[in-house]
């Protein structure tokens, strides 16, 4: 409910959803079902079941739990006159994509009071960052982690946004980008972010005139002493051999395994979409949606 309902451009309308049960007894789904818009060019749905008109137009606004819908009917009349302005959506209001897939959001930028301009985008899970730091993220066909739209006329603008949950895609540079503050950047051979992944640097070699006056020093002392002209040999014989390994230039690690990149974890995260004009920052807008990892 509302079965029907009109709402001009840029305001809202709370829709509820109410699951009636085989004893008669009703209770308040809002929060439980799946919403969708069917024309998001005219209004978007959130996950709470609340409706934004984007332009005119018309829409069907459908509640979904499991195989059961319910429909209501919603009206977009033009905004009414004011200061240039611009009103983000984003479709579908639930994304759900398999643990190590992919999926896209369509970004809408409805013009408001004549805005035109160019829109820049971001995109954050807030406090779910951290756990989906290897979830690659890119807006339109470049896959930046920062996108744009222009906006011309009176018609809305869209753009793609596209979360892909294959880490592996995140290590390719050709691919999309990680979500967060820093695009990742590494070598297909780097294991994971993070300079404790990576390894340690060794000292470099011995000079070879160092270890050739070891050497020297060695067979001076095992002249000189008979206590040590028995142990000479093999003293001559460890230095050489690390002369020789200094000279190579090289020291490496034994059974040092590379570490594999993980997936985001499968679950259920807000993502937040916010907009500033690029030559006015004052002008701004934010959407959400829910993106599902199964």
């Known amino acids: 409910t509302p079965a029907t309902a009109s ?20 209770q308040n789904i809002t929060g439980a079902v799946t919403w969708t ?19 005119a137009g018309s829409t069907t606004i459908t509640a979904t739990s499991g195989s059961i819908a319910g429909t209501a009917s919603l009206t977009v009349s033009g905004s009414s006159s004011g200061s240039p302005s611009f009103r983000l959506g984003a479709s579908p209001s639930t994304l759900t994509i398999a643990h190590g897939s992919s999926g896209t959001e369509t970004i809408t930028a409805a013009p408001a009071g004549g805005y035109t301009g160019t829109v820049l985008l971001t995109v954050d899970f807030g406090s779910a960052d951290s756990t989906l730091a290897n979830l690659c993220a890119g807006f339109g066909s470049s896959q930046s982690l920062q996108g744009s739209i222009a906006v011309a006329g009176t018609s809305p603008a869209t753009t793609t946004l596209t979360l892909d949950a294959n880490a592996a895609d995140c290590a390719d540079a050709a691919a999309v980008s990680r979500t967060g503050l820093h695009p990742l950047k590494q070598s297909a051979s780097m294991a994971k972010l993070g300079p404790e992944n990576r390894r340690p640097e060794l000292p470099g070699p011995l000079p070879a005139g160092a270890s050739f006056a070891g050497l020297v020093m060695i067979g001076y002392l095992g002249r000189r002493s008979r206590r040590l002209r028995n142990t000479t040999a093999v003293l001559i014989l460890l230095a050489a051999a690390f002369t020789l390994s200094a000279c190579g ?17 499968p679950g259920t995260y807000t993502g937040t979409i916010t907009g500033h004009d690029s030559a006015n920052a004052a002008i701004t807008n934010t959407t959400t949606f829910t993106l599902v990892i199964q």
């Open 249 to 265: 230039g090289q020291i490496s690690l034994v059974g040092s395994a590379s570490q594999t990149i993980t997936n985001p974890q």
């Open 7 to 26: 709402i001009a451009a840029g305001a809202t309308q709370q829709y509820t959803a109410t699951g009636t049960y085989s004893n008669g007894s009703t």
């Open 37 to 55: 818009s069917s024309n998001a060019a005219a209004a978007t749905i959130n996950a709470s079941g609340l409706a934004t008109g984007v332009a």
